[in-house]
């Protein structure tokens, strides 16, 4: 096995993040705090629009951790989380000491299905529980269903918590993802859109929860010359070095976003006259994704023994790196015993479906190579 390794997604660095994170050390701002701090924030708020509020911290996880503490979710508390996605969405649902409650994926977009969200919502209410919240994603980049979500929120009065780790760049109707939750998450971890080596950031839309959000995510200081504490603390907030580097990544997301599109269509191109595999796309013009994850559907072939497996086999023979979809959260062992409704749009999704190398920075030689797995399995 000489050929090299094929990345799902891979850092891709612009050029000036270097450049960022120099003036951190030359300025000896080498700490949670600073001018590059500041800048990142600035540059994710003209990006988002829409007078967002951002304040930037070691992760995602950690982003919505303090999303669901400033929604007032407390031990006992239900929350509503949508089954298929990463587990960084719901573990901070058991941080808090609160129940989640899962829900299933609608075929169109993969995210929330609005049908098994208001299922969900009203069953727990007649159980004698309103939900805190409802934690809905953009899986790989594509937008969740915006409006029928929104609609079931605002009936029933449950924020949402929108969790866009995996969409920076998405947008739906012209609105950037990330800003249509009463509190948006981010992510920039190595593997992302962009990155800042790890790292992410909460989205607000006033700067008074902007401003409880890094309070809570340095230690909860009260104002006083000693160190004094009333809340729980947390040492959530991003360091000056990584939001150097996230600097020069904000330059570059455009260009990314693009080439991630670019790999997406090579993909849709790929797969054409293959009728058992069904590429994963946004259903209509008003979705633009981002697809930091190109994904596809395999509907197992009996006649010719190509299913799911089949194809991830071969491309790890060929060290190419590929992976199962996210397995949902109500399968997993340490989520099993929480309520879920729905039912098994996200479990047949997991069996069949595949996410395919999609970086910003793969060559026309690791297409090649792709495409040659490809072709190879299924005998074109
Ligand atoms: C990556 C990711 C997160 C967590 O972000 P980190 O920065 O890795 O903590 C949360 N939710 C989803 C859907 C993700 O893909």
Redesign the pocket.
């Known amino acids: 096995m000489n050929n090299p390794k094929i990345w799902l997604s891979s850092p891709h660095m612009g050029g000036n993040e270097q450049k960022f994170v120099n003036e951190a050390f030359d300025t000896n701002w080498v700490a949670p705090l600073g001018p590059n701090v500041n800048g990142l924030e600035h540059d994710l708020e003209s990006c988002l629009g829409n007078q967002s509020q951002v304040g930037a911290l070691s ?6 951790h303090l999303g669901l503490i400033l929604l007032g979710v407390q031990a006992g508390d239900e929350v509503l989380c949508q089954s298929m ?2 587990s ?2 719901a573990n901070p649902i058991l941080y808090q000491g609160a129940i989640p409650v899962f829900i299933d994926s609608e075929t169109d977009t993969w995210n929330l299905c609005p049908i098994a969200l208001e299922e969900a919502i009203v069953d727990r209410i007649a159980t004698g529980k309103t939900p805190k919240a409802i934690i809905a ?1 953009h ?1 790989y980049g594509v937008p969740y269903q915006i409006d029928e979500i929104r609609t079931i929120a605002d009936k029933y009065g449950i924020p949402i918590l929108e ?1 866009s ?2 969409a920076l760049g998405s947008s739906y109707k012209g609105q950037k993802c990330g800003t249509f939750g009463d509190i948006g ?1 981010l ?3 190595g ?2 859109i962009i990155t800042t080596s ?3 950031a909460i989205v607000t839309r006033t700067k008074e929860l902007k401003d409880r959000a890094v309070f809570f995510a340095t230690q909860s200081r009260d104002d006083a010359p000693h160190y004094q504490h009333s809340e729980i603390g947390y040492n959530y907030r991003m360091s000056n070095i990584c939001a150097g580097i996230g600097r020069g990544q904000m330059e570059v997301l455009d260009d990314h976003v693009a080439l991630r599109r670019k790999m997406h269509a090579f993909y849709v191109d790929l797969f054409k006259d293959i009728a058992t595999v069904t590429v994963f796309e946004a259903p209509n013009d008003d979705y633009f994704a981002n697809y930091w994850l190109s994904s596809i559907v395999v509907e197992p072939d009996a006649v010719k023994g190509i299913n799911r497996e089949a194809l991830r086999l071969a491309f790890e023979q060929a060290n190419i790196e590929c992976r199962p979809l ?1 397995k949902p959260m109500h399968l997993q062992p340490i989520f099993e015993k929480y309520p879920y409704y729905g039912s098994t749009v996200a479990e047949t999704l997991f069996e069949n479906g595949l996410c395919l190398p999609s970086g910003s920075n793969l060559t026309n030689e690791e297409r090649e190579r792709i495409a040659g797995v490809v072709r190879r399995v299924f005998g074109l």
């Open positions: 992760s995602g996880t950690a982003a919505i996605t990463f960084a969405s994603v899986l969790d780790a995996e998450v992510s920039f971890n593997n992302k790890g790292g992410g996210w």
